[in-house]
């Protein structure tokens, strides 16, 4: 069994930064593209940024030049670096994994993470 825990939320001031991480944990053989969503109150979740597991990154607009998206691979750990952060970025924060394949060679086709809040506010 695989488990992502998330970690990193929490309130900050307008302008300020936070660093999001997302581990994977369990009988792990190799993780995919991950990433890292938001659902806003009252909002769907929408896509924030993906890193492929070679390191390619891409990122949504709205956060493109404040967020940074980044990768441990012997770390099985996922991070998003939050700067210059806005009202408007408060959400809950959810990292996801696609194609997690085990030591058994079982695949999850995607996984989430149980998600964090991050509060942006003065």
């Known amino acids: 069994q695989v488990q992502l825990v998330e970690s990193g939320g929490g309130l900050v001031q307008p302008g300020g930064s936070l660093r999001l991480s997302c581990a994977a944990s369990g009988s792990i053989f190799s993780l995919n593209a991950m990433g890292w969503y938001l659902q806003a109150p009252g909002k769907e979740r929408e896509w924030v940024a993906t890193?492929?597991?070679?390191?390619?990154?891409n990122y949504a607009d709205s956060v493109k030049g404040r967020f940074t998206i980044s990768r441990d691979n012997a770390k099985n750990t996922v991070y998003l670096q939050m700067n210059s952060l806005k009202p408007e970025d408060t959400a809950v924060y959810y990292c996801k994994i696609d194609g997690v394949v085990t030591i058994t060679a079982y695949t999850y086709p995607e996984l989430w993470g149980q998600g964090t809040l991050v509060t942006v506010s003065s």
């Open positions: 890193i492929t597991r070679g390191g390619s990154t």
